[in-house]
């Protein structure tokens, strides 16, 4: 297959149809953009179960993904899309970024969900964005501002309903999206432990990504830990 992109976690390829891909989960962890880094085998595996599983979730209540199926342990069938440059990340609980920005207490639980936005460049570093900085750059119209905000709450009543029958609290996620070759506005990318803060809701413990970035312990077992509870 022709290889489209390689990325951090993942590598897309073309198939024959020229409106699917293939997207690969590699075994490469990486925060802090990057600087952090480490081979982690199995990790691929475990976050293209989880994502093929959340997206099958999605498109079940409606919500338009680039998900057509799994094919093997590392490997999604997906639509082709035309992705925005803007992450949507939903907040429940106070965590990560939030906290240092603007001072708050990690799991402080909000009143009602934050929705935030944030270019994706590289050599920026992600910078958040106001509604007015996304016109400015030309990054979405006003009208897919307001789609991508009404589509980014209903992921996360969705999966913060079910992660909760789970015994997981959804504490924040991260959202990209595209367009698909129909037209229609989707969720893209992947939604794992990798682009989303798991709490156990009992013990607390965090069982994602966190656990890389600050040495809270191995890794996999936490990604295991969601998959075992989502899907027994």
């Not at 609290?169 to 229609?184: C, H």
Request: glycine share 6%; hydrophobic share 40%; net charge negative.
């Amino acid at each position: 297959m022709e290889k489209l992109y390689e990325g951090k976690a993942k590598i897309v390829y073309k198939t024959e149809d020229p409106d699917r891909y293939i997207l690969y989960f590699k075994d490469t962890a990486t925060a802090f953009d990057a600087t952090k880094k480490a081979y982690i085998e199995g990790k691929g595996d475990l976050n293209n179960t989880i994502s093929s599983i959340i997206f099958e979730i999605l498109e079940k209540k409606g919500i338009k993904t680039h998900f057509i199926r799994k094919l093997s342990n590392r490997e999604m069938l997906v639509w082709r899309a035309k992705r925005f440059d803007v992450e949507v990340v939903v907040r429940n609980i106070a965590a990560g970024s939030i906290c240092k920005r603007l001072g708050l207490e990690e799991g402080k639980a909000f009143e009602r969900p934050i929705v935030e936005f944030f270019y994706k460049n590289d050599a920026l570093h992600d910078p958040l964005l106001c509604h007015e900085h996304i016109l400015l750059l030309n990054l979405l119209t006003e009208e897919q501002i307001h789609l991508l905000r009404n589509m980014a709450l209903k992921v996360n009543e969705v999966l913060k309903t079910f992660f909760k029958e789970h015994g997981l609290l959804l504490v924040d996620f991260k959202l990209e999206f595209g367009e698909l070759p129909d037209g229609n506005l989707a969720v893209v990318d992947e939604i794992s432990p990798d682009t989303c803060r798991l709490w156990d809701e009992k013990t607390g413990e965090k069982l994602d990504k966190d656990r890389f970035r600050f040495d809270l312990g191995d890794l996999l077992e936490g990604y295991r830990k969601v998959l075992e509870k989502i899907h027994g």
